[in-house]
């Protein structure tokens, strides 16, 4: 019996998702594949959001189609967070 290709991928996602969450402790970082070839990555702000936060640009919740895509997006708006 052959793996769907998302099953296939499981390891690598929880590798990726642990990698995340310990790079970015300020948000609560999910995997999720709402069916096969949709994958969804999506992080969450984990202290409260100001106005001052969100004057400079950083955002409450951001979604991506990939864990890459996910680390670039958090590292963008990390630096963000660091200047709110």
Request: glycine share 6%; net charge positive; with cysteine.
């Amino acid at each position: 019996m052959t793996a769907a290709p998302f099953e296939a991928e499981w390891p690598l996602a929880g590798r990726q998702l642990d990698a995340l969450r310990s790079t970015y402790p300020a948000w609560e970082i999910h995997f999720r594949v709402d069916a096969p070839s949709a994958a969804r990555w999506t992080a969450v702000l984990l202290r409260p959001m100001t106005a001052r936060l969100s004057a400079h640009g950083v955002r409450e919740r951001v979604g991506c189609p990939d864990a890459i895509t996910l680390a670039s997006t958090l590292a963008r708006q990390s630096g963000l967070l660091h200047k709110g």
